[in-house]
């Protein structure tokens, strides 16, 4: 059994030892198994490969959990998160699984009785996703330690990208960020330039991050940094030779951030991600579920 943080609400909750950890327990093999531990997913925030794969991972595992959206819960006549997790736990459930818009409030809603997942919150941490990143890499290279990754795009507003700033130094990646100056991530970072051409070429592996339109205060400024990222950052056919890799955590706007012509490239790893999310977050909920 792999002993990890008591919530996972940032990657800086893991020591290395951990994530290689729960890496190496990774598996496809799988068996349902009895828990003590109810699970909720509150998704308050739009997603897909998140939701559905916590979803489908709860299922293998044969658990049955409590699916919640913010729309036709109290949530929406003014119940607080907190009331709402209190509530849940008065029901049975001491497990959730936890995405909204607010960077920085799960901290407020850990609490003894229960154990919480940060499933992506606002602009801060999406420490599942860069996880599964570093599960599909780790498969695809056979190695961590030395691969060399690029991340560019809208960082500012990627919590992936945050959370891989994070979780590279734990596994020896070399992580390069690249995004136009008004786009640079909060956090202190070594190798940054708002030239990716700067890194291209001796990468092993590029991931790009969408425009997350959705952070925007002015309409202007959405465009403003969707032509830039268009014309000086977008991934091209001919940006990669033969044997370099591509990745995105999704949603992923074609023909702004990746090429058209990608979608159906040998060198995606896309998809990829979205199959190890399944199995890493399996992992997760086995790993921090009591069974009996
Ligand atoms: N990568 C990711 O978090 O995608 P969703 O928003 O669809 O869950």
Redesign the pocket.
């Known amino acids: 059994m792999i002993h990890l943080p008591e919530n996972i609400l940032s990657i800086r909750d893991f020591s290395s030892d951990q994530v290689h950890a729960l890496l190496e327990n990774c598996s496809e093999n799988f068996a349902p198994i009895r828990s003590t531990d109810k699970w909720a997913l509150l998704f308050l ?9 916590f979803q489908i991972a709860a299922q293998d595992l044969n658990f049955n959990p409590v699916i919640f959206e913010g729309t036709g819960s109290s949530l929406e006549k003014g119940e607080s998160l907190n009331d709402t997790l209190e509530n849940l736990w008065a029901l049975g459930v001491n497990r959730f699984v936890i ?1 909204q818009k607010t960077q920085g409030l799960l901290p407020e809603l850990t609490d003894p009785r229960w154990r919480i997942i940060n ?2 919150d606002g602009t801060g941490e ?1 420490p599942t ?1 860069a996880l599964l990143d570093a599960l599909t890499l780790k498969r695809k290279f056979n190695r961590l330690d030395g691969v060399k990754l690029l991340i560019m795009g809208d960082l500012l507003h990627s919590r ?1 990208a945050h959370s891989w700033i994070y979780l590279a130094p734990l596994l020896g990646i070399e992580l390069y960020l690249s995004s136009p100056e008004a786009l640079k991530p909060g956090q202190n970072v070594t190798h940054w330039s708002p030239d990716p051409e700067e890194f291209l070429k001796k990468m092993d592996v590029v991931m790009t991050v969408r425009i997350q339109k959705e952070r925007f205060n002015t309409q202007a400024e959405l465009q403003t940094q969707f032509e830039a990222i268009e014309k000086k950052y977008q991934l091209k056919k001919d940006s990669l030779n033969s044997n370099q890799r591509f990745m995105a ?3 992923v706007y074609w023909n702004s951030e990746i090429e058209g012509s990608l979608k159906e490239d040998s060198r995606s790893l896309i998809l990829d ?1 979205v199959k190890m ?1 399944r199995v890493l977050r399996r992992t997760m909920m086995l790993s921090m579920s009591s069974v009996g």
């Open positions: 925030e739009p997603s897909t490969r998140t939701r559905a794969s995405r499933a992506g999406h996703q992936v955590p999704g949603p991600q999310g």
